[in-house]
């Protein structure tokens, strides 16, 4: 398998118009087969995604790597009048850390692609493509935990207000993490968080529970507004979704067996009153002040503060 893939026919004029529009963010219009970042397949044309088997997607990448031609920057075209093609095939493979391009007849691999996509069976609506893109892994026995989050998802940037059900995105969560030494719960109580330490000798309890909680994993899609749960685990900080309500009663369980962080008081000082300094008079003998601007005393000779 390798590391990365993009294998892609472009309409050329459409992917230029498109990725100008409005000074925004570039419109993908690329009819492609890809690699995501869990490393599953995922074809894509106008919009509509399909989930290809390893086995497919493979074969597929074979059958085209045999049809390819020499080796090219991979870029198709930075400006109009260097490529008179209204249509190219982009292929880049990623493997052993490097990206290699390859040229191909893009008609070519259009007919690939329809058929692939013919063979790959239904389109993936929302929560499936979510779903598929965010699978859960497998928890290991000897599994390092790093964290329990749960909290209200609130969607991907800029989701609307109204969406949300909240004047602002909820960004508060109740969570257990380690840090090196520090292991701490934090758990939201209304408009506050309380966090609490935790002792070293709780956690072959919490992992065990957390085995527990991972034997029936949750579902990655979530609607807005609505709780999420997850823990994360080894070096790679890998993501398990739970189910939000098991996830809480977890947390709410360390909770319980450890100690409440009470904040610092700050101590307050208590400094002398300032005493406001009579400037008509005189700081030493107390004689008149013959003007405001008189700088000396006519009867001491001190100057005025």
């Known amino acids: 398998m390798y590391e990365y893939v993009y294998i892609a026919y472009r309409d050329v004029y459409k992917y230029l118009n498109d990725s100008g529009k409005f000074g925004g963010n570039p419109v993908n219009t690329d009819f492609r087969l890809t690699t995501l970042a869990c490393g599953r397949y995922l074809l894509t044309c106008e919009l509509s995604n399909y989930a290809v088997a390893d086995d497919a997607a493979e074969k597929f990448i074979s059958d085209v790597l045999e049809k390819c031609g ?3 920057r991979g870029f198709y075209p930075e400006v109009p009048p260097q490529d008179t093609r209204d249509s190219v095939a982009v292929v880049e493979i990623q ?6 391009y390859y040229d191909m007849d893009a008609e070519v691999l259009h007919k690939m692609l329809e058929d692939l996509k013919t063979g790959s069976g239904v389109q993936l609506d929302q929560r499936g493509l979510i779903n598929y893109s965010y699978p859960n892994p497998e928890l290991p ?3 390092v935990l790093n964290s329990i989050t749960h909290q209200i998802y609130h969607g991907p940037d800029n989701t609307p207000v109204s969406v949300i059900k909240a004047y602002e995105p909820d960004k508060r969560t ?4 380690i840090s ?3 292991i701490t719960v934090s758990i939201r109580d209304g408009d506050d968080t309380k966090t609490y330490d935790v002792p070293a000798d709780l956690i072959p309890d ?5 085995k527990e909680l991972c034997k029936e994993p949750a579902e990655a899609y979530v609607d807005a507004g609505d709780w999420e749960s997850f823990i994360r685990f080894g070096k790679n900080d890998e993501r398990i979704f739970t189910d939000p309500d098991k996830t809480k009663a977890l947390l709410d369980y360390i909770a319980s067996r450890s100690t409440l962080r009470i904040p610092p008081v700050t101590e307050v000082k208590n400094d002398p009153p300032v005493i406001p300094v009579d400037t008509s008079r005189c700081h030493i003998c107390g004689a008149p002040r013959y003007s405001e601007t008189s700088k000396f005393c006519t009867e001491c000779g001190v100057e005025f503060k």
């Open 180 to 182: 090196g030494d520090d």
């Open 95 to 100: 493997e052993s850390g490097k990206n290699f």
């Open 70 to 72: 020499e080796k090219h």
């Open 206 to 210: 919490i992992r065990d529970k957390v």
């Open 141 to 143: 026995e000897d599994f």
């Open 174 to 177: 109740s969570r257990f993490q």
